[in-house]
């Protein structure tokens, strides 16, 4: 397997997408972020000291989204032409799910946008959260889908198939 991030001498570079097609391209992430009972509660019920932490959460991962390009050291500048941040809760195991939609025109892909969203979704809930549960864990982070470019529509089928 060729590692496109890495020129012939082992130097690291950033990969040329100029003869690339610009295609519409979409990638979808999800996480997760498990609280206590007490917490969950009170994000659920909107209690929190600080505010509506899910309204919070999801303009910190949208923010997040657009500035993955200034966080990971290789990664594209990339004009998002949609992101959407949503959250399930699931009352059974204290969880809240962060599902991140990115979506583009151009010559390279949106994984990394949209699980970089996900990621400072859940980041912003820890810490709007962290007076009333230090506990808290972040995990279950990944790309579900992505359609567009050259490799075309990817489906993460391990996931898929264990989340129905």
């Not at 657009?66 to 594209?76: A, D, G, Q, R, V």
Request: glycine share 8%.
């Amino acid at each position: 397997m060729d590692f496109t991030h890495f020129d012939n001498e082992g130097n690291a570079i950033m990969v040329d997408v100029s003869n690339k097609n610009v295609t519409e391209r979409t990638a979808l992430a999800k996480g997760s972020i498990y609280l206590s009972q007490e917490c969950y509660d009170k994000v659920k019920e909107g209690k929190m000291k600080k505010g509506d932490v899910l309204s919070v959460a999801r303009i910190a991962g949208i923010m997040g989204a657009k500035k993955t390009s200034e966080l990971i050291p290789l990664c594209h500048m990339i004009p998002l032409t949609k992101l959407t941040i949503d959250f399930e809760m699931v009352d059974d195991f204290c969880e809240i799910k962060a599902i991140c939609l990115a979506k583009t025109n151009a010559q390279t892909g949106v994984e990394m946008e949209a699980l970089t969203g996900v990621q400072i979704a859940l980041l912003t809930i820890y810490d709007m959260c962290k007076a009333v549960d230090k506990a808290m864990e972040i995990g279950n982070i990944y790309l579900e889908k992505k359609t567009g470019g050259k490799s075309g529509t990817f489906i993460n089928h391990k996931k898929v198939n264990h989340e129905g």
